[in-house]
């Protein structure tokens, strides 16, 4: 092996090394004394003193660097060495940022559409985000304000980050059952891009704009927005066959003989509560909740229901325990009841 292989070997090698607490407490002081708005991307490049990227001809962005050096004797950071330690600094500032982000400028889209209103421009990723930060604050208090938390605390948050993301595009995905399955909504044959569907459920490319939007406008989870653009831009182009669909498609919000499709949505949005070992909820504990919501529910056994619908909540087995402390304490972590919800019960089958 030539002596420039051995060095890019070496270099493969040190990068492939797990990340360890200690490298993290290395870096995280000159990671936190750089400007908190500052992308995670560019704390790393200045922290190895990576300068090929486009601030390497930036005075700023030296003689930040500089100033960090004057401070902290680590400095640079080989960046093989450190890789992994730096992917956790990164992925944990990232998320957190997001959650800043979502708090400060994002908060009443989050609050809308967390019901599901506005389906077609939807913001999975904030809602989740959002929810995460609230449950980590109630179950690790403190956690999210760390400036150096350890290995454990970042693949936590992420973890709990990435349940509501699942949990979020699942619900969705039960949503679209309700859009896309209804009669009449599919055309089945692939349209041109000027005339699909664009939006959230991800709508199949044989379902017309202005079908999707009529089916949104039916449930009530079309943004005003979008439906008045629809109405002033592309409605005026329809022909008259296209403006009855557009019609009849609005005033039937329901179709077939299931009755439960909101509880299902709600099921699965609160996955990650219902699941999570420190709030032990069981099926007779849901069910009175989601009557308080609003939203209904078999008459029969909740979980009886669930199995035979291919339901699989994995909630505390057991007899019903006395003290219900932790379902109380969790309960103002649930998402409210879908907004179409009303909708399904109070339309004709």
């Known amino acids: 092996m030539s002596g420039v292989t051995a060095i ?40 190895t003193l990576d300068e090929r990227n486009e601030y390497e001809r930036d005075p700023e962005w030296l003689a930040a660097f500089h100033e960090l050096r004057c401070r902290f004797a680590c400095l640079p950071l080989d960046p093989h060495e450190f890789n992994q330690a730096l992917n956790e600094a990164e992925r944990w500032s990232k998320l957190a940022l997001f959650y800043q982000t ?18 077609d421009a939807h913001a999975a990723g904030r809602i989740a985000i959002f ?14 304000k760390s400036t150096s938390p350890k290995l454990a605390d970042i693949t936590y948050l992420d973890s709990r980050y990435t349940a509501y993301s699942k949990a979020r595009q699942e619900a969705l995905a039960a949503l679209a059952d309700i859009l896309y399955k209804v009669p009449g909504v599919r055309t089945g044959k692939h349209l041109p891009p000027d005339e699909v569907a664009l939006g959230v459920p991800h709508p199949p490319d044989d379902v017309p704009r202005y079908l999707y939007i009529a089916r949104l406008n039916a449930l009530g989870v079309c943004s005003l927005a979008r439906l008045a653009e629809f109405m002033r831009e592309d409605y005026p182009k329809l022909d008259r066959s296209q403006r009855q669909q557009f019609h009849r498609m609005k005033r039937k919000p329901r179709f077939g003989k299931e009755p439960y499709v909101a509880l299902r949505v709600w099921l699965l949005d609160n996955r990650p509560i219902f699941e ?71 339309a004709a089958v």
């Open 8 to 47: 890019f070997q070496h270099w493969i090698d040190l990068a492939a090394r797990p990340a360890t607490d200690e490298q993290l407490a290395i870096i995280w002081p000159a990671w936190n004394a750089l400007p908190l708005e500052m992308i995670p991307e560019l704390k790393r490049r200045i922290l």
């Open 102 to 119: 979502t708090l400060a400028h994002h908060i009443d889209l989050v609050t809308r559409q967390w019901s599901f209103a506005d389906a």
């Open 131 to 144: 929810r995460a930060v609230r449950e980590i604050e109630m179950t690790h208090p403190g956690l999210i």
């Open 276 to 346: 999570h070992e420190q709030f032990a909820w069981q099926w007779c504990d849901i069910h009175p909740v989601a009557d308080e919501k609003g939203i209904k529910c078999p008459s029969t056994s909740l979980k009886q229901w669930a199995y035979l619908n291919r339901l699989r909540l994995r909630v505390r087995r057991g007899p019903a325990t006395v003290d219900n402390v932790r379902i109380v304490r969790s309960k103002p972590l649930l998402s409210p009841a879908p907004v179409f919800g009303h909708v399904l019960k109070s």
